[in-house]
């Protein structure tokens, strides 16, 4: 059997995910991915190459889709050295003042529990015996009170802090950190900027909105042996947003 690591990629038939999963693949893992859109999910492990990909489609909060994505990634390469917990929601822009409770409630379902759900069962699993990384996408809105990202900020405030306290159960063999991206260009966060990029990018030292492969890129290092010594970080992926003092 191999002993290629194995990532688990959540929310990855495209976008960060996708990206994720392309990086991870270059450097030797094989990987498997989720999603909800089976179709989607199937033609994203065909662009990567089912030799080394594999995909599960269902709906991240589902507790059966977690116990079924365990079992088939450890019933076929049997480990899961790294997770990526990117699958994320955000269903409507605004503050919290009108939002539903029930709405808010479903973002921290898919936001939040749905990683604290991996991560329990990746690390009883393979990684409480062998070790691994978990990292969590968050984002720079659960930094910071924003005017138009209410439920989602304070959902991804709740993942960095999930973040942090699992680093600290999990240790020493198990390290957890989250990446906090500004507005990165993919569907998810189209709304934000469609049909008016420069506008939106105008706030960012870089000049320019993040890619997937730059979260990429960071997703690479925290899962790799040179962020050995890292855990309970959120690194801030923001083109120097916040120099500008943040989404406000």
Request: glycine share 12%.
């Amino acid at each position: 059997m191999s002993t290629a690591p194995v990532t688990l990629i959540t929310g990855a038939s495209r976008g960060i995910g996708h990206g994720i999963a392309k990086a991870l693949l270059a450097r030797g893992d094989r990987v498997c991915l989720t999603g909800r859109d089976a179709d989607a999910l199937a033609d994203a492990v065909d662009a990567l190459g089912s030799d080394r990909a594999m995909g599960v489609a269902g709906k991240a909060h589902d507790e059966a889709h977690q116990d079924e994505v365990i079992d088939r990634v450890m019933h076929a390469w049997g480990r899961v050295d790294h997770l990526v917990n990117n699958a994320g929601r955000n269903p409507v822009l605004g503050g919290l003042a009108d939002a539903e409770p029930a709405l808010l409630a479903k973002v921290f379902e898919i936001n939040v529990l749905s990683a604290f759900g991996f991560a329990r069962r990746a690390w009883h699993a393979w990684q409480r015996e062998n070790g691994g990384t978990i990292v969590n996408i968050a984002s720079v809105a659960g930094l910071t009170a924003s005017p138009f990202l209410g439920a989602y900020g304070v959902s991804k405030a709740a993942l960095i802090n999930l973040t942090e306290q699992l680093a600290h159960e999990f240790a020493p063999h198990v390290r957890v950190n989250a990446i906090a991206p500004a507005v990165v260009r993919t569907k998810f966060a189209a709304a934000l900027y469609e049909g008016r990029e420069e506008e939106a990018a105008a706030p960012y030292p870089l000049g320019r909105l993040g890619e997937p492969s730059d979260v990429a890129g960071a997703a690479a290092f925290l899962t790799s042996a040179d962020s050995a010594w890292i855990t309970g970080q959120t690194l801030v992926l923001d083109g120097g947003l916040f120099l500008n003092a943040g989404l406000g």
